[in-house]
């Protein structure tokens, strides 16, 4: 005799499902962030286009711009010159002018800037919908950070957003990288909510260092 079985439907569950809408906490509060820091975006019109060009400092080109034309160049007669035929042979030569010493603090602050401009243009794109992209991202911006050694004025936020990077790709060994629920789930467990709004004050802290000639 034939029974019918029922088969209770299986509930789904709220962590994965929670975790899920972790990235998307995360990608929102970096993109915000960072959206602001000088990256370009896939909108801008190019140098073809007829809107304006922007670049990763943030420095904005204007397209009608024009170099001036060059003249041709101006050569000396050798009276000027104290060359030959000069009126008096013993004419003063301009000295040579010694080389431009070095800026230790400005040549620091440019290494800062370049890696925290290229960490910004890795992180400024998060898309939950390209878990592959968005785990790149974190890994990529990872490296640039590592190129620079902060200096004392942004030491302590240059250690909390680097460190909460190292968290997160420590938390991405393992994933699959085209399941947003496996990324989801293993960001969730990186990192808590606490550290991305930490991870992403240090990150105004930062941009506002750089941003003021790293003095502070």
């Not at 809408?21 to 962030?33: D, E, I, K, Q």
């Not at 302590?156 to 990324?183: C, K, S, T």
Request: net charge negative.
């Amino acid at each position: 005799m034939f029974r019918a079985r029922f088969v209770q439907p299986s509930r789904p569950q709220p962590g994965r499902r929670h975790s899920a809408l972790a990235v998307f906490g995360v990608v929102a509060l970096l993109a915000g962030l960072l959206g602001g820091c000088g990256s370009t975006t896939d909108d801008e019109t190019g140098p073809d286009g007829n809107g304006e060009t922007g670049s990763a400092d943030g420095l904005v080109i204007d397209p009608g711009f024009t170099l001036p034309v060059e003249h041709d160049p101006i050569v000396p007669s050798p009276a000027a010159a104290g060359g030959e035929g000069a009126e008096g042979s013993g004419a003063d030569v301009a000295p040579t002018l010694p080389p431009t010493p070095r800026d230790p603090h400005a040549e620091a602050c440019l290494e800062l800037g370049t890696a925290w401009s290229q960490a910004n243009q890795a992180l400024v794109n998060l898309s939950a919908d390209h878990p592959r992209q968005l785990v790149n991202s974190f890994r990529v911006a990872s490296v640039e950070m590592s190129r620079a050694v902060p200096m004392p004025g942004i030491a302590g936020p240059w250690l909390i957003f680097a460190n909460y990077l190292f968290l997160v790709n420590q938390g991405f060994e393992d994933v699959d990288r085209d399941n947003i629920e496996d990324v989801a789930a293993a960001l969730s467990q990186s990192v808590t909510a606490a550290d991305t709004e930490a991870a992403a004050a240090a990150g105004e802290a930062i941009t506002a260092f750089v941003s003021g000639g790293c003095i502070g």
